[in-house]
C-alpha cells in the first residue's frame, strides 16, 4: 500500500538554525498538510497546499514557516529561524483527489528537536 | 469552529471484552468525521470515516464507530479488544467550510489500554 514518507524521522538542531523537513506524499494525491504534535499536546493543523499554493494556514505558521513542492514528488516545510518551541513531531499528510471525502494519510512523522 | 472533544484521556478494558473509545463534535453544515490511531513513533493511520448514509460505519481492525446526530457523537467501538488494540486514538473532524484542502481538526486523544 503505498504511503507517505518523511525524512528525516528525527532532526536536532541549534536554535536560530534553519531547517528543512522533507515529506514526499502518495503519488496520486493532490492535497498535502503538515501538522505538528508538541510532546504530550493534541495533533495542530500548519497549512495545507493544493496546485502549488497555500490554501490555508494557521496561526501558528508565521513567517518563519515556508513550504514548497519544488521537483512534482518532494512536499517541503522549512523553518527560517527555530525557536525552542518549535521542538515537536512534524506530520506530512496527503489526499486524493474528492478531498472532503477521502482520508489523509500522515507518514511516521520528522522528531524536531531545538538545542 | 469545529470541534471535536474526547472526554477521557484513558480506557483501560480487559483482553475479549468490548470497547468504546468516546468523541462528541461540534461542527456548522454536514459532519465529516474520521477515527485515527497512533501507534508508538508512529503517524497516525486512518482507521474509518463517516461522509453520509449509515449512522454505523466499519473500518479497519475490526473497529467501527457510530454516528449520532440527535446527541453529536461518533463513539468508537470493537465488539471484543486485542492487546494489539493499545494506542492513543483520536477522534477528528474535518473543515467542512472549504471545498478543498481542508484541515482535519484533532481531539485530545484517549490513550486504549487492553490487557492480557
Known amino acids: 500500500e503505498p504511503e507517505v514518507t518523511q525524512t528525516p524521522s528525527h532532526q536536532v538542531t541549534q536554535m536560530g538554525q534553519e531547517v528543512i523537513l522533507r515529506c514526499v506524499p502518495i503519488s496520486n494525491h493532490l492535497y498535502f498538510y503538515w501538522y505538528r504534535q508538541i510532546l504530550g499536546q493534541k495533533v495542530e493543523f500548519l497549512v495545507s497546499f493544493y496546485n502549488n499554493e497555500i490554501s490555508e494556514k494557521s496561526e501558528i505558521f508565521d513567517d518563519q514557516f515556508s513550504v514548497e513542492r519544488p521537483d512534482g514528488s518532494n512536499f517541503t516545510l522549512k523553518i527560517r529561524s527555530t525557536k525552542l518551541e518549535d521542538s515537536a513531531m512534524y506530520f506530512c499528510a496527503s489526499s486524493a483527489p474528492g478531498d472532503r471525502n477521502q482520508p489523509q494519510h500522515f507518514g511516521d512523522g520528522t522528531r524536531l528537536s531545538i538545542l | 469552529a469545529q470541534s471535536v472533544a474526547q472526554p477521557e484521556d484513558q480506557v483501560n478494558v480487559a483482553e475479549g471484552n468490548p470497547l468504546t473509545v468516546k468523541c462528541t463534535y461540534s461542527v456548522s453544515g454536514n459532519p465529516y468525521l474520521f477515527w485515527y490511531v497512533q501507534y508508538p513513533n508512529r503517524g497516525l493511520q486512518f482507521l474509518l470515516k463517516y461522509i453520509t448514509g449509515d449512522n454505523l460505519v466499519k473500518g479497519s481492525y475490526g473497529f467501527e464507530a457510530e454516528f449520532n446526530k440527535s446527541q453529536t457523537s461518533f463513539h468508537l467501538k470493537k465488539p471484543s479488544a486485542l492487546v494489539s488494540d493499545s494506542a492513543l486514538y483520536f477522534c477528528?473532524?474535518?473543515?467542512?467550510?472549504?471545498?478543498?484542502?481542508?484541515?482535519?481538526?484533532f481531539g485530545s486523544g484517549t490513550r486504549l489500554s487492553i490487557r492480557p
Open positions: 477528528a473532524v474535518r473543515d467542512g467550510i472549504r471545498s478543498s484542502a481542508s484541515k482535519i481538526i
